[in-house]
């Protein structure tokens, strides 16, 4: 029988009130995967104590892991009023403390931040699991750094992961609900890593693809994902329906909903993606499936901290070769290029990875003159098939009193991305909004 893959993010296990709110969406005696976030602000503390040891600040770290520890006890004390189980996993999480401090005697690595990082999932799970058994449901525990893992190129390693999978889940004793720690995963060597920030979700649909499920539902605080970013722009709406490439294009460029990755395991065997509402579950959320239709701009969205660079020369000129070295250069240093205009003299493309971009630019500066710009956004408008559409024109009003440093148009059906100053963004994406979707005409 096929199962479906249910993950529910921070928020969702943060507190004894939504935990009791998971239970009940998960307990309707159907047999289902449920992979958990660690509890909201978890992954930031534990990040911030990892920064502590790296900047040698191991005082600073042991009063981060005496707080969380502190707020792990009281929500325990709420959570669990059965002594047993009380007792049972304060003496868990005892442990997974007495690891952090531990690590703050260490010399900092990254595979110490990894193993510290991945705490937060290993409480949240552990947690969860005993709330579900003191309240009667039948659940089971797999431990994701069992069957989860990464290969030399940071992809899934989807064999391993399947036939992994397989032997944990049949020889964990039966369950109704098999819980499993999101986010994390081991890396080619065996040692801890993770899925980069957010990465629960990727975990839902790596699974999903696994076990080719019925379907993969992720939860979160909120009606789905709405067409327009709602912390800076007000009436924004849930889109019921998106298809695989829209929802990509939208998780890459900016819509926090979604891990940037979450729909590439499961577009080829086809298996939709549900967002759904954790405090609201009656809400319909948003379909991500296979199918199309055509509305002209669905959604919007925004990626900050874009940094874009000018390159000119007038060698470039009825010259062919120029491009490529160019790209050469960005892929030596093994950063990836987002956006990309041309003419006959200059080409601008943008980066969101800048760690080698002084090493790229002394490159560069061999063969042309460069301007780089940085605190950047990309506005990206989304809907299939968008730049046919007719009402599409209406972008372009507010070409008039937005400065608008690149456009993309026509690199793909379904996406049209402008590059625009960080500091007109909230403006920009307002105005958008009043245009393609409020009919506002000027
Ligand atoms: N806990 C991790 C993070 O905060 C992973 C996740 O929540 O998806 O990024």
């Known amino acids: 029988m096929k199962m479906k893959v249910l993950k529910f993010g921070g928020t969702s296990v943060g507190s004894v009130e939504n935990m009791n709110n998971v239970k009940n969406i998960i307990n309707d005696g159907q047999r289902k995967v449920v992979v958990l976030s ?40 709420k959570l669990l009023r059965n002594k047993k189980l009380n007792e049972d996993v304060k003496s868990y999480v005892s442990g997974i403390f007495n690891f952090l401090v531990e690590s703050t005697y260490k010399e900092y690595s990254e595979t110490i931040e990894n193993q510290i990082v991945a705490q937060g999932e290993l409480l949240s799970t552990y947690m969860f699991n005993s709330y579900l058994n003191q309240e009667g449901v039948s659940s089971a525990l797999l431990p994701a750094l069992s069957f989860m893992r990464i290969d030399e190129f940071t992809e899934p390693d989807y064999n391993y992961i399947e036939s992994n999978f397989k032997d944990v889940f049949e020889n964990v004793e039966e369950s109704e609900i098999y819980i499993t720690q999101g986010f994390i995963c081991l890396d080619i060597n065996g040692e801890i890593s993770n899925l980069q920030r957010g990465g629960s979700d990727y975990t839902a649909t790596i699974i999903g693809a696994a076990i080719k499920a019925e379907e993969v539902q992720i939860w979160t605080d909120i009606d789905g994902m709405h067409n327009n970013d709602p912390r800076y722009v007000d009436n924004t709406k849930p889109i019921s329906n998106l298809s695989f ?17 979450t729909v590439t395991p499961v577009r080829t065997d086809n298996i939709p993606v549900r967002l759904k509402n954790t405090m609201n579950p009656e809400a319909y959320g948003t379909l991500i499936s296979s199918k199309t239709s055509v509305n002209g701009v669905k959604a919007i969205a925004a990626k900050d901290n874009i940094t874009a660079i000018k390159i000119k020369s007038a060698r470039m000129l009825q010259a062919h070769g120029f491009l490529k070295k160019v790209f050469e250069i960005f892929e030596s240093y093994k950063t990836s290029i987002d956006m990309i205009t041309t003419s006959e003299v200059a080409v601008s493309l943008t980066i969101d990875d800048d760690k080698n971009l002084d090493k790229i630019l002394v490159e560069l500066e061999k063969i042309a003159t460069i301007e780089v710009d940085k605190n950047q956004s990309i506005v990206c408008l989304v809907g299939h098939s968008v730049v046919n559409h007719q009402d599409t024109f209406k972008l372009f009003q507010i070409l008039q009193d937005v400065k608008i440093r690149m456009i993309s148009y026509g690199g793909s059906n379904n996406n049209i991305s402008l590059l625009i100053d960080t500091k007109h963004k909230i403006t920009t994406l307002q105005k958008l909004n009043n245009y393609l979707f409020e009919l506002v005409t000027l």
């Open 245 to 261: 490439d829209e929802a990509a294009e939208l998780a890459y460029f900016g819509a926090k909903i979604l891990h940037p990755q």
């Open 38 to 77: 660690a509890m909201s602000g978890t992954t930031n503390q534990l990040v911030a104590i990892a920064q502590d040891i790296a900047e040698k600040n191991p005082n600073e770290a042991i009063d981060k892991i005496n707080k969380l520890n502190e707020t792990y006890f009281t929500a325990i004390d």
